[in-house]
C-alpha cells in the first residue's frame, strides 16, 4: 500500500482519520500527515471491488429515500458520493483539508447536491442526539486512540433504530506485533495513530454500547472486519 500499512487498507483506499479528543496540536499534525498523502490516495484503485460492492449493495438495503446519515473519515468522498442518490443527504467529515478539497470537486464534477463536506471531527461537531438514520465509519475505528468514545458518540447521534456501518482493520489476531512497532514509524511521522483490536473486542465494544449486531462479514481471514449494527427501537 502507499504508506507502507500492510492490512490496513480499505477497498475504497487507505484509511484517512485519526484523532485524539482535546489535542488540537495533534489534529493539526492529523491533517497536514494526511493532506501529504491526499493526491496520492485519490488515485489509489479499489483494492478488492467485489469486497467493495457487497458493502454498497448491504449498506443501500438499509437506505430510504428520507434517510439522513453521517460518515466520518470520508477521504475524498467517493463513498459517500455513490450512496447520495439513495438518501436524503450525507454529512461527510474529515480531518484532512486537502481530502475534502478533492472530494467537493468530485461533487461538483458529478452534479451532487446533497452531500455537504466539513472538516472536524465525530467528537466535537455540534449534533443533537438521535439525529442520523445511519453513521458510516470506514476504514477509521483502527485509527482512533478511543474507539469506544467514538463508538459511543455514534450511538447517541443515532436515531432508535439506526444504523452504524463500519469496515475496520482487525490486526490483533493475525499482525499483533504491528501493534508494537507502530509507535516508532508514528513518532517518525510514517504511520498514523493505530488501534490494534481483535474483531471479538470490537463486536465486544459494540455490544456494550448497547447496539445490536446484525451483519458481520469478513470476505478472507486478514480483511477488514465489516459490521452493521442498529441501534434498538
Not at 480499505?10 to 485524539?20: R, S
Not at 463513498?79 to 480531518?95: E, G, K, N, R, W
Request: net charge neutral; aromatic share 8%.
Amino acid at each position: 500500500s502507499p504508506a507502507g500499512q500492510p492490512g490496513l487498507r480499505e477497498p475504497h483506499g487507505l484509511p484517512i482519520f485519526t484523532f485524539q479528543p482535546g489535542k488540537g496540536a495533534h489534529m493539526a499534525d492529523t491533517s497536514r500527515f494526511w493532506d501529504r498523502l491526499a493526491d496520492r490516495y485519490a488515485a489509489q484503485p479499489i483494492a478488492d471491488e467485489d469486497a467493495y460492492q457487497h458493502k454498497l449493495e448491504v449498506t443501500r438495503s438499509h437506505f430510504t429515500p428520507q434517510s439522513r446519515v453521517l460518515e466520518f473519515g470520508c477521504g475524498t468522498g467517493s463513498t459517500a458520493l455513490l450512496h447520495a442518490p439513495s438518501v436524503q443527504h450525507i454529512h461527510a467529515i474529515d480531518f484532512s483539508a486537502r481530502m475534502l478539497e478533492k472530494a467537493r470537486q468530485r461533487a461538483a464534477d458529478a452534479g451532487v447536491d446533497n452531500v455537504t463536506f466539513e472538516q472536524g471531527d465525530i467528537t466535537s461537531i455540534a449534533v443533537e442526539p438521535g439525529r442520523y438514520d445511519m453513521v458510516l465509519g470506514l476504514s477509521i475505528l483502527h485509527l482512533l486512540k478511543d474507539r469506544q468514545a467514538v463508538i459511543a458518540r455514534v450511538y447517541d447521534m443515532l436515531k432508535p433504530g439506526g444504523r452504524f456501518v463500519s469496515s475496520t482493520a482487525c490486526l490483533g489476531d493475525s499482525m499483533k506485533w504491528f501493534g508494537y512497532i507502530a509507535p516508532l514509524g508514528r513518532a517518525l511521522g510514517l504511520l498514523p495513530m493505530l488501534n490494534v483490536m481483535t474483531p471479538d473486542q470490537l463486536r465486544a465494544d459494540l455490544i456494550k454500547i448497547g447496539l445490536v449486531i446484525e451483519h458481520d462479514w469478513r470476505p478472507a481471514p486478514q480483511a477488514a472486519l465489516f459490521l452493521i449494527a442498529r441501534k434498538p427501537d
